[in-house]
Structures are given as C-alpha cells and as structure tokens.
C-alpha cells in the first residue's frame, strides 16, 4: 500500500518556517507531505482548483496554514470534503488570534478543525491519528510518539527533584 498524502498549503511562504515541523513530523508518520503555497485571497482560482481535485490526486486531509484574515482553510474546505486541519499562524498583527478566530468561526457546514497558533506539529499529529483509522501502522507510530513524550517528562520529574533534593 502506497503511504497517505496529506496536503500541507500555506498561503505564503512566510509561513514555511512555522510549518517546517509539521512537515518533518508527516515524514516521521511516514505520510507523504504535498506541500503548496495558495492564496485564498490572491490565488482564489488556484485554492479551488487544488481543492475539488485533492481527492483524485490521492490527498487524504489538507493541512491549511495562514496568517491575518487566514481564510485559506475556509475557503479549501468549501470546495472539497476532504477534512481540512487550519494552522493559524502568528502575524505581526494581534499575535495571532485574528487568524485563530478567522478559522475557528467558520458558518454551519463547512467545518475546518484547528489547532493552535502555530501549531503544525500538532496538525500533523492529528492528521495521522485521522489516518491511523485506516493505516494500521500509524498506530504504533502515535503509541511510540506518546510513549517518547511520556518517557521525557519522567526524566525531567527525575531532574527536578534531584534538584529539591540539593536544596
């Protein structure tokens, strides 16, 4: 079985950088990232165009990043039904929220599920937990990922209260 796609779009090139992460970790699941850069308000035809045809393209969920009005997750979400995941991504302005109250208050039907301000690595997390109902080895991958996470709050608690202990 070919590995799963998963669409990550920003709507600049500013954005790479913040979504590096997410990127690596797709590649870490083993889940092919195809990675554009769209603009819903520049590009309006290009954002429809990857949208209705994603799906025939082999992309499985689309990972939308942007910034400010950050209605690129609206706007691929519109045109397609293939789950859409929004990043919103820190501007200069307002720190981030416009672009998190942009993707979280989308109208009734077309949803866009959102993580927090830039927060690629945790879209691509839950891309692949999406992923894992249908791709059996993305389970052990997410159980050996908690399971690496839990492992290094331990030896933190261990550091920690060697410190207490010297105190």
Known sequence: MASP????IMGSDSDFDKMR?????????KIEPVVRIISAHRTPYEAEEFAKNAKDNGIEIIIAAAGKAA???????????????GVPIKSSTMDGLD???????????IPVACVAID???NAAILAAQMLALKYDYLEKLLCDH???MAEGVMKKNRS???MVEEI
């Open 119 to 121: 927060g690629g690595d």
């Open 71 to 85: 209605h690129l997750g609206g706007v691929l979400a519109a045109f397609t039904t293939l789950p859409v995941i």
């Open 5 to 8: 796609k998963v669409a990550v």
């Open 99 to 109: 672009s998190l109250l942009s993707m979280v208050q989308m109208p009734s039907g």
């Open 21 to 29: 992460g997410c990127i690596k970790r797709l590649k870490d699941f």
């Open 160 to 162: 920690v209260q060697a």
């Open 146 to 148: 908690k399971k690496s």
